[in-house]
């Protein structure tokens, strides 16, 4: 079965410095996809960023980047130069491809200070 | 284009009521999925759909029932409802997922449901 382990429940960042929100995973698929997610107070879902098993280079989009280490089985998400507007929930997530089953971690709520 | 939309946004259920929560994309997709959200925490798959007519159980479906009779419409049903039902909903759709396109979900606002 797959897992998502997201260990820091609550983070601070000062704003315009970097951050980083761990994630682990566990799966014994070889294929599979690993996705992050932004849920502001407003309550919806953002998409961020997503990096496949077979990717060779990290995933960027913008600000955000993915360090994937496979060997270590962590998809960690850095935010460079933090905006106010990061404050939010940031879930982890993962979907192997030989099923429908995308597990989400339990988060990291991200807090940037002025 | 709305995306995925859900109604309602808020509802209040006495327990053992029934209710159907709607979700409509408008993006074509294959794939649809319910998600269960609760508080403090990430979310859970309740059931999903690869198409028209084929429903399939995730990982917390008891309670819960669903039907896909349209590539459009994914309703999600309450039979019964319980205290352990308050959560709030998201509906989501993706093209199907292969190796070299990621196709993310795409996830309705929520429906915020009370069980008294």
């Known amino acids: 079965a797959q897992k998502i382990t997201q260990t820091q429940p609550g983070m601070f960042v000062q704003e315009k410095e970097a951050v980083t929100l761990d994630c682990t995973y566990d799966?014994?698929?070889?294929?599979?996809?690993l996705f992050w997610y932004k849920q502001p107070s407003s309550g919806e879902m953002i998409f961020l960023i997503y990096q496949g098993s077979y990717d060779q280079q990290n995933a960027t989009e913008g600000r955000y980047s993915l360090n994937f280490q496979k060997a270590r089985k962590s998809a960690n998400l850095v935010i460079s130069a933090s905006q106010l507007g990061d404050s939010a929930m940031y879930f982890c997530?993962?979907?192997?491809?030989?099923?429908?089953?995308?597990?989400f971690g339990a988060g990291t709520r991200l807090t940037v200070k002025p | 284009n709305a995306g995925v939309t859900q109604t309602p946004k808020f509802r209040i259920l006495k327990i053992g009521q029934s209710m159907t929560l709607q979700c409509t994309q408008d993006m074509n997709h294959n794939y649809m999925y319910w998600y269960r959200q609760d508080p403090g925490m990430g979310l859970k798959l309740i059931y999903y759909s690869v198409g028209a007519g084929i429903t399939d159980k995730g990982e917390v479906p008891n309670g819960y029932n669903v039907s896909r009779s349209t590539t459009e419409d994914f309703p999600l049903r309450l039979e019964l409802a319980a205290p352990s039902q308050t959560s709030v909903y998201f509906c989501a759709s993706s093209y199907e997922p292969t190796l070299s396109s990621y196709n993310e979900q795409f996830f309705g606002p929520g429906t915020r449901l009370t069980v008294l």
């Open positions: 799966t014994s698929d070889p294929s599979y996809g």
């Open positions: 997530a993962m979907r192997a491809y030989n099923n429908n089953d995308m597990r």
